[in-house]
């Protein structure tokens, strides 16, 4: 009887591993056969907090007494967590202990962010639930981790541009753009058709480059290539020293302009499809984590923005609409996308439903896509780890709900209203679709607060707030 349940299993996964094209490197046959792996991305553009939550995340996976939201824990199936040593071997391994240890030691800092891929496997020992429970014993179930900076993802749309499209599109963008002025200077000085010469290409690239960062500064967030902000172990080399140029018919073969432009196609080719290939088409499940306050903060036009930015991050589950991906993707897609709004821990929880619904909407144009593309989303608001406690304190006749928590840079107590956040996210979102300067009657502060010391009890991980629903919605259901 149990037997041909088993068969189908077995010959479903074989075909799934098959049309995914994978190869499970370090994969013994058991596993790959009897023990399911979920490759869950982690995403976000920079300081959208995807370090902090793969940390406590995983420490909350290993340190189950917060996780109640999480099903199978709170029905008391999981009955081990282990880590594990990951399948791919020349991906980094993301620093867990450290970046715990730094969080949680005796001198609470914030760790280092993502600046390149990397990857944990997480192994959980489950019981299965219902009447299977009682026929099977425990089986393990791997989680594999994958980090990587959203900046990344927006080079997908690089990949059906020419170097003459893609100068032209960004050299219109910088002349709108304050940041834009001493690049445009730079390349007015230069002759493109001349022939190539290193140091002006170098120059060329270190301007464009602090051009982006610059501009990432001032909120904007359509800042590609992505390896320029963030270039890893490529920092240096020729595949990121390059730099929009116009275009001139007459420029020759050793022309700076042809150099620049065999640049730009290398780059596509040897950093953006490897990538796509490598990392991005073996995914499963994904998280997406925006700093809604931040961009609040920074005002409607990073609001604005931020919204693009997260319509052109779906464009990558949306295979589709690019040649390249579908045939990498052979059909696989990622199941399940969650949204989610990071350092909730912010706000008082009477403001979390507007923070929620502000993100809602946010994200609808992408979740509407993602979901048309056969994707599950979901859009939260959550903290991975929360640096306040809330209080109620009177101000003018009012009580005005308040977190409290020590800051970052002085280490000092301070309590923090961040402002009335409306009921109605189009009170928001409308003013930053039509290219508002400032929000128009009202003010959004917000306030850098280091971790708090913690003394956690024996089997709790480090404090969140709707961590568990999140991994509940990610791979609750594979558990
Ligand atoms: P990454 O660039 O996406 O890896 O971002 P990080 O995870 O390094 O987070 C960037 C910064 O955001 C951190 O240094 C913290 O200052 C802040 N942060 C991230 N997560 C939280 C959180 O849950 N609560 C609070 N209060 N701050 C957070």
Known sequence: MRRAPGAVLIITQLADNLTRGVEAVGDTISETLFEPVIRLGVTGLARAGKTVFITSLVANLLDRGRMTGLVAEAEGRISAAFLQPQPDDTVPRFEFEDHLHALTGPNPHWPDSTRAVSELRLSLRVRPSGLLGGLQ??????????????????????????????????????????????????????????????????????????????????????????????????????????????????????????????????????????????????????????????????GPRAVEDMRRAMTDILASFRPGRNAFLSRILGGKRVEKILFAATKADHLHHQQHPAFASIMDALTRDARDRARFAGAETQAMALAALRATTEELRSHGGADLPCVRGHLKDSGKAAAFYPGELPQDPTVLLGPARDGADSWLGADYGMMAFAPAPLTLKPGDGPPHIRLDRAAQFLFGDKL
Not at 203 to 211: C, D, K, Q, S, V
Not at 260 to 281: Q, W
């Open 137 to 298: 014993g425990p089986r393990t179930v791997h989680l594999d981790i994958i980090d990587y900076p959203g900046e990344w993802l927006l080079d997908l749309g690089l990949l059906d541009k020419s170097f003459a499209e893609w100068s032209a599109e960004t050299l219109d963008r910088l002349e709108g753009r304050a940041e834009g002025a001493a690049y445009l200077d730079l390349v007015r000085a230069t002759d493109v058709s001349a022939a190539r010469d290193e140091p002006v290409a170098k120059a060329l690239a270190t301007r464009f480059t602090e051009y982006l960062n610059n501009a990432r500064d001032a909120g904007y967030h359509d800042c590609t290539p992505g390896r320029f902000l963030l270039p890893g172990d490529l920092a240096g080399s020729p595949v990121l020293t390059f730099a929009p140029l116009p275009e001139e018919a007459g420029a020759g073969r050793r022309s700076l302009l042809r150099e620049m432009e065999r640049r730009y196609e290398a780059y596509k080719a040897r950093v953006v499809r490897p990538f796509f290939r490598d990392h991005f088409a073996r995914i499963d499940r994904q998280v997406v984590l925006v700093d809604v306050l931040g961009a609040i903060h920074q």
